[in-house]
């Protein structure tokens, strides 16, 4: 028998099919309908603002970390999310420059993929928020023909777009909040009401998040405590006074739906334990509520996301799971008062 | 943690006793403790089951003769830790019967405590779980230690062995033999034998073998990985959480792995010290998977031909599962007492892909038996930072490997848990070798 080649690895010598790019690309995949979805509802703008992000993200990921990290996946995953977080009508090349910000600001300056604290597409989407406040809160209404742009999309860049021939209508939280008039429920889980891109269809995005939940790699704990939350607050809230929103309209509306199942879990971003997952669902589930009950905004999700992001850190410390054969500290407190 | 089972390969293969092979290879250090202390010299001619080397002091055992043969050659040879360890090479006596000599064997039950531990030092008994941790030191635990209860482990949870499964199947006398002379030893009163629930078999075998004039009895267990590690399987069988650095004595428990059992009952029965064990040889990369007997020192070489050899897209060789075990690369390496299995992977099974940065997803925390945080403690073994990984509980890492299992960013954590708890040994050796030189100073002044 002549002598094989043979390996010295460390073991273990098994390893698990799932890998960090295949669970990222699992999530890309996982928004393409939701991504379809925002392109029969509105139009042909939506699919552009969407791969105007990707490209950016994309791009700007290759130019600052080089050839060899796109392969993971995760910066296609950032440039669609935050597509589907804007307004179907902006200027593309506003949506260019969200795209930059979100991969250098919100990640590459951490240090790259699993170092960033705040997840990039929001961050990438406060910026454009702070810097083009009317372009971003200019929302189309849904509907009409598939190629009719839905605001000026090619804008030149630094000019504000013009497009007078657009319906445009605020979002379902905006009349709540300033006009104090309500949405059906139906409009809002079926989609056809105004607003983002993707933040409009709550069941598809329900359903895309129950298939990555199922496949374990979505932290299930997080959505639902989100939803729990600011569903039952809401529902508290409206029982004082009927002036508030319920709590199937606080989850059905804005962004809620998008941020809890695809922004929130962000697994890079969220606590590592499941103690301090739900901690961190509730936090953005209260927050989202105040600050759409009495901030100056009428929408909080993405508030409500970035500052329990900043807050992980601590929830990790503070949600260390009691090591096998260690007894907890409070039962050692306990024995010791009783001693 | 559930890691694909891959035992059917060998599962419902019979224990096979393998041809003799032309020369055995026994290292002095088979065993956890002090090395054997070699008696034999070069050019001897000893019979199967015969004394080689004596046990040095009690945490030792002695090394027996596997085959009878001639001593060829007293020297250094690959160990299958990857080091090299002295070693008796026995060229076997090509047309012998392989008969031990004649033996007295006294009854068990008109022995004292300390007759059997005796006669199992004597019989070179490790534990054959994999450890090799030596079975009669289990028997003489201290004296204020309260024992109540015995554990066999039959739980075998390793990917791809079935080693335990087909001795328990075929022989399941033998093994409540063992656990009655265990019990005996112990002054227990009570034992039960926990086996994971994929080897019905195995459970329905030694259920058929208890006895009914002692408290032997069958727990299955729930199958996930590691059901077999020691703490995992008391907490399973008896609910008890053994403290962080205590041993299972502390919860009135020893724990045994079966095949150890059934070998006390070997020596028992025949009076022949440990020789032989079974072994899996297994995996795409052998032609004819089987559990083989063989004698203790069969050189891999001799084992895989007994198997028909290799395939040609063999890419790693395993001693032990596929889990826990170390990779070994010269096929000159002996099979020893502790070595459960011989798995050998192709390259479609043992793929390596580059490591990720974490990506913080959590999932080495729920795999981790013992609950730690692997995601943490990784990235303080990366900055060297071992006295932090000390606080954060590092000596409890078992290094099953499960983190380093599911890390979707392949990050080879246990590895680095490993180098860690070395790590922390020499930082703890250099500051002990600096506060003696400073009491020195101190004193010369």
């Not at chain 2, 395993?318 to 826990?324: A, E």
Request: net charge positive; aromatic share 6%; proline share 7%.
């Amino acid at each position: 028998m002549s002598e094989p080649r043979l390996d010295l690895t460390a073991s273990p010598h098994l390893h698990s099919p799932d890998s960090t790019a295949k669970i990222m690309w699992t999530v890309v995949f996982s928004l393409l309908p939701i991504v379809a979805a925002a392109g029969y509802f509105f139009g042909i703008s939506a699919l552009l603002v969407v791969a105007t992000a990707t490209l950016s993200t994309v791009a700007t990921e290759r130019l600052i970390s080089g050839p060899g990290t796109l392969g993971n996946g995760s910066a296609t995953i950032t440039g669609v999310l935050l597509g589907l977080v804007l307004p179907a009508g902006m200027p593309l090349w506003m949506v260019a420059i969200g795209g930059v910000v979100s991969i250098g600001l919100g990640k590459a300056i951490f240090g790259g993929l699993g170092q960033n604290l705040f997840n990039p597409a929001l961050i990438g989407r406060a910026f454009l928020q702070a810097a083009f406040p009317q372009a971003i809160t200019t929302w189309p209404v849904a509907g009409g023909s598939f190629f009719a742009l839905k605001g000026d999309n090619f804008a030149l860049p630094l000019m504000r777009g013009s497009a007078p021939d657009v319906v445009t209508h605020a979002t379902p939280l905006g009349l709540m909040k300033f006009e104090h008039t309500g949405t059906g429920i139906g409009s809002l889980i079926l989609g056809n009401v105004g607003g983002s891109v993707g933040e409009t269809s709550a069941l598809l995005i329900l359903i895309c998040g129950g298939y990555l939940a199922y496949r374990n790699y979505l932290n299930w704990r997080i959505p639902a405590s989100i939803m729990l939350t600011a569903g039952l607050f809401a529902a508290a809230l409206h029982l004082i006074n009927p002036l508030y929103p319920g709590g199937l309209f606080m989850l059905f509306s804005g962004g809620l739906m998008l941020g809890a199942v695809y922004m929130a879990t962000d697994m890079v971003t969220s606590p590592i334990t499941h103690k301090g997952c739900w901690i961190f669902g509730i936090g953005i589930g209260l927050l989202v509520v105040l600050i759409r009950v009495w901030g100056g905004l009428p929408e909080g999700v993405m508030y409500a996301i970035l500052i329990m992001n900043s807050l992980v850190p601590f929830i990790n410390r503070a949600t260390q799971p009691r090591v096998f054969g260690v007894e907890a500290p409070s039962r050692l407190k306990r024995k010791a008062v009783a001693s | 943690m559930h890691p694909p089972e891959l035992k059917q390969l060998t599962a419902t293969q019979k224990i096979r006793r393998m041809p003799f092979p032309s020369e055995v290879v026994l290292p002095l250090r088979q065993h956890a403790g002090k090395p054997a202390r070699l008696l034999a010299s070069r050019g001897d001619h000893v019979e199967r089951g015969d004394l080689l080397a004596a046990a040095d002091g009690f945490m030792s055992v002695p090394i027996h003769a596997s085959a009878s043969g001639r001593i060829a050659e007293l020297g250094w040879w690959p160990h299958p830790d990857g080091s090299m360890a002295e070693a008796v090479r026995i060229t076997v006596d090509r047309f012998s019967a392989q008969l031990p000599r004649p033996r007295m064997v006294p009854h068990w039950e008109g022995l004292s405590k300390e007759q059997v531990v005796n006669a199992v030092q004597q019989a070179g008994i490790v534990g054959l779980g994999g450890a090799a941790f030596p079975a009669h030191v289990k028997l003489l635990p201290p004296k204020d230690a309260k024992i109540e209860l015995l554990l066999l482990n039959g739980a075998e949870c390793e990917p791809y062995l079935t080693t335990d499964h087909r001795l328990m199947a075929e022989q399941p006398e033998r093994v409540i033999y063992g656990a009655r002379i265990m019990m005996h030893a112990l002054g227990v009163t009570r034992c039960v034998i926990g086996i994971e629930r994929n080897k019905p078999d195995a459970i329905e075998a030694i259920r058929g073998a208890l006895p009914s004039d002692a408290d032997i009895t069958v727990q299955p267990l729930t199958v996930k990985y590691p059901q077999g590690a020691e703490k995992m399987l008391i907490k399973a069988l008896t609910g008890r959480e053994v403290p962080s650095g205590k041993l299972p004595l502390n919860v009135g428990v020893i724990v045994q792995n079966v095949g150890t059992v059934a070998t006390i009952g070997e020596v028992f029965e025949t009076g022949l010290p440990l020789v032989e064990r079974v072994v899996t040889i297994t995996g795409p990369g052998v032609r004819k998977p089987s559990n083989l007997l063989m004698p203790i020192g069969t050189r891999l070489r001799d084992a895989l031909d007994a198997c028909g050899g290799l395939t040609a897209d063999v890419s790693e060789i395993i001693f032990g599962g596929p889990m826990m075990g170390g990779a070994v690369s010269d096929l000159d390496t002996p099979i020893i007492k502790g070595i459960t299995g011989v798995v050998a992977l192709t390259p479609d099974v043992a793929r390596t892909e580059p490591t990720l940065p974490c990506i913080r997803c959590g999932r080495c925390l729920d795999s981790c038996p013992v609950f730690l945080n692997p995601s943490q403690l990784g990235l303080l073994a990366q900055a060297g930072r071992y006295e932090e990984m000390e606080a954060l509980h590092l000596a409890d890492c078992m290094l099953c490997g499960s983190c380093s299992y599911v890390c979707p960013s392949n990050i080879p954590l246990s590895q680095m848990f490993a180098l860690g708890k070395a790590g922390l040994r020499k930082q703890k050796v250099k500051a002990a070798a600096e506060a003696a030189a400073a009491v020195l100073k101190v004193g010369a002044a």
